[in-house]
């Protein structure tokens, strides 16, 4: 069955950096493309960046562009967030999920979700 | 990439019909048949319940709908059940990135 596990989340400093993983299993990882959504404690959904299958486009939110790097490595199945020039307004529980499309274009809805890892800004 | 509109919060009785809405521009909504929703109970995982507007995942109950009209996209969910009460939200494509709603909690009275 479909798994995605993320990982990396924890308590960090403004301006600090964190690198966030997703690990999957029970799909052909190359096939899909993949996203990172995150969510605030007590708001709603935001989507925050997605990734082409192969890796050869990729796009974010503007409220986090030129600040996090979206990457996946094919052959270890895992899909990565780096977070830098953390502010307080990104702490938030980061979901990565699947985008049913294989080899396509990104459909940017999302048939499988992880269950999320917590991050957390503060001084 | 402004969030699409959604009521903050609907109620029914058990049996009863609602419809939650979801109001965008035509840059999102309205330009592509591409909204989906998502039902989150309390410290879970969303779970995609409509896809492409009004397509249903396999598992997902036929008492959930869903439909579009110009930048509004509805979802609707006939003969309520305690189980449905939970935050539901809409996203739509808008060009090399996506939107979501502001969310809607559904209260089951």
């Known amino acids: 069955q479909v798994q995605l596990v993320e990982s990396g989340g924890g308590v960090v400093q403004p301006g600090r950096s964190l690198r966030l993983s997703c690990a999957a299993s029970g799909f052909t990882f190359s096939s899909y493309g993949m996203h990172w959504v995150r969510q605030a404690p007590g708001k709603g959904l935001e989507w925050v960046a997605v990734?082409?299958?192969?890796?050869?486009?990729?796009y974010y939110a503007d409220s986090v562009k030129g600040r996090f790097t979206i990457s996946r490595d094919n052959s270890k199945n895992t899909l990565y967030l780096q977070m830098n020039s953390l502010r307080a307004e990104d702490t938030a529980v980061y979901y990565c999920?699947?985008?049913?499309?294989?080899?396509?274009?990104?459909?940017?809805?999302?048939?499988?979700w992880g269950q999320g890892t917590l991050v957390t800004v503060s001084s | 990439q402004s969030a699409l509109t959604q009521p903050a919060s609907v109620s029914g009785s058990p049996g009863q019909s609602i419809t939650i809405s979801c109001t965008g521009t035509s840059s999102d909504v309205g330009s592509y048949n591409l909204v989906s929703w998502y039902q989150q109970h309390p410290g879970k995982a969303p779970k995609l319940m409509i896809y492409e507007v009004s397509k249903r995942p396999s598992g997902v109950s036929n008492r959930f709908s869903g439909s579009k009209s110009g930048n509004t996209a509805s979802l609707t969910i006939s003969g309520l059940q305690a189980e449905d009460e939970a935050d539901y939200y809409c996203?739509?494509?808008?060009?090399?990135?996506?939107?979501f709603g502001g969310g809607t909690k559904l209260t089951v009275l």
């Open positions: 999920a699947r985008d049913p499309t294989k080899w396509e274009l990104p459909k940017y809805y999302f048939d499988y």
């Open positions: 996203c739509s494509y808008a060009g090399s990135s996506g939107v």
């Open positions: 990734i082409w299958y192969d890796g050869s486009n990729k």
